[in-house]
């Protein structure tokens, strides 16, 4: 794995992909990861399964569920690699993923860090920077579908 990413099992995250009805499926050590957008290490996704091998990042996983959680029905019912958002959506499932982190026991300043070492871009040049100062319109976005409350808590629902 590169960047020296947290690795998705060191947390015990499965719960929270239960909690959006989404299935944990672990691939063998070098094999191809189906669903998987990025290729190498990176998480996939197809219908309701999240693929990950030992050395994917669980930056890669939360981003991957946060996609599930933020796209419509329909988009969902025909998933396969590809989550086809927008912009807007893709800054939401950047917010959601690290709120997703808190969950599984994961500071932000690692998930900042994870995010950064990967290279996710973001206008004020950091996730932290970003989070704290720039996501307004994520976090309002996610209220909008009913993903986070009006505290931006998460609310385990699944965009509509």
């Given amino acids: 794995m590169s960047h020296d990413c947290l690795p998705w099992h060191s947390v015990d995250c499965a719960a929270i992909f239960a909690r959006y009805g989404l299935r944990l499926s672990q691939v063998a050590a070098r094999a191809s990861i189906p669903g998987s957008y990025w290729g190498d290490c990176e998480a996939g996704l197809v219908a309701d399964t999240l693929y990950v091998r030992d050395d994917t990042p669980l930056h890669s996983l939360l981003h991957e569920s946060a996609h599930y959680a933020c796209m419509t029905a329909t988009r969902r019912a025909s998933l396969h690699t590809d989550a086809g958002s927008c912009d807007m959506e893709e800054t939401a499932v950047c917010y959601l993923q690290v709120r997703l982190a808190e969950h599984c026991g994961v500071p932000r300043a690692r998930m900042f860090a994870d995010m950064d070492?990967?290279?996710?871009?973001?206008?004020?040049?950091?996730?932290?920077?970003?989070?704290?100062?720039?996501?307004?319109?994520?976090?309002?976005?996610?209220?909008?579908?009913?993903?986070?409350?009006?505290?931006?808590?998460?609310?385990?629902?699944?965009?509509?």
């Fill in 117 to 160: 070492a990967w290279g996710y871009s973001f206008r004020l040049g950091n996730a932290r920077a970003w989070f704290e100062s720039d996501a307004r319109d994520a976090r309002c976005w996610l209220q909008s579908h009913g993903l986070l409350d009006t505290h931006a808590a998460v609310t385990w629902r699944l965009r509509e």
